[in-house]
């Protein structure tokens, strides 16, 4: 008795009507989830400096060099990932989707939209990350004089937590 319930090979699609279509929306969301955690792996980095330090002694130094009780403060620096960057991949995969269940005009239509989702969903995500690692490069911590709190000048991407916190001994 043959087998009544046969799987295509592989290597080729479905007959059912539309699977090249399905097909293409899978890779889509498989993008836009690579993209995100790639993002999530390199869209941060961190930086920090100390104002002061330690006498041979085992006294303190303030940034300015005379000795202190207290112990200097250290500043770090943080570049987080972005929520930003994952609302966008959401908010294209989404008006994709949506812009091929109304404006696709037959198959080959839906299919070059989602490959420009995808195509802009990594292009995207390299160029942000690119921008606000930049940004974050161009923060110059010499700046701080160990007092009170960092303020960054100018306007700066990313998502950037700054700490002051004593130097550990």
């Known amino acids: 008795m043959p087998d ?7 290597a080729t699609l479905s007959t059912l009507p ?3 279509v399905l097909w293409r ?3 889509l969301l498989g993008w836009a989830i690579g993209t995100g955690f790639a993002y999530s792996l390199i869209g941060g980095a961190s930086k ?5 330090g330690f006498t041979g002694d ?3 130094l303030d940034g300015v060099g005379p000795a202190t009780d207290a112990a200097p403060l250290c500043l770090t620096a943080t570049l987080e990932p972005s929520g930003f960057a994952y609302a966008v991949i ?3 995969v989404f008006t994709t989707m949506t812009g091929v269940l109304r404006r696709a005009v037959d198959q080959a239509d839906a299919i070059r939209r989602l490959d420009r989702a ?26 701080w004089d160990g007092t ?12 950037i937590v700054t700490d002051v916190s004593p130097m550990a001994e």
Do not use: D
């Not at 009544?4 to 592989?10: D, G, I, K, Q, R």
């Not at 920090?48 to 002061?52: D, I, K, P, R, Y």
């Open 4 to 10: 009544t319930v046969s799987l295509p090979p592989s």
């Open 48 to 52: 920090g400096t100390c104002a002061g």
């Open 18 to 20: 539309g699977a090249a």
């Open 118 to 143: 995808v195509v802009g969903i990594v292009v995207f995500v390299l160029a942000w990350t690119v921008i606000t690692q930049a940004s974050f490069a161009g923060i110059s911590l010499e700046s």
């Open 58 to 60: 085992g006294g303190n």
């Open 25 to 27: 929306v899978r890779r």
């Open 90 to 92: 959401a908010i294209v």
């Open 148 to 159: 009170g709190t960092f303020s960054f000048e100018g306007f700066r991407f990313g998502n």
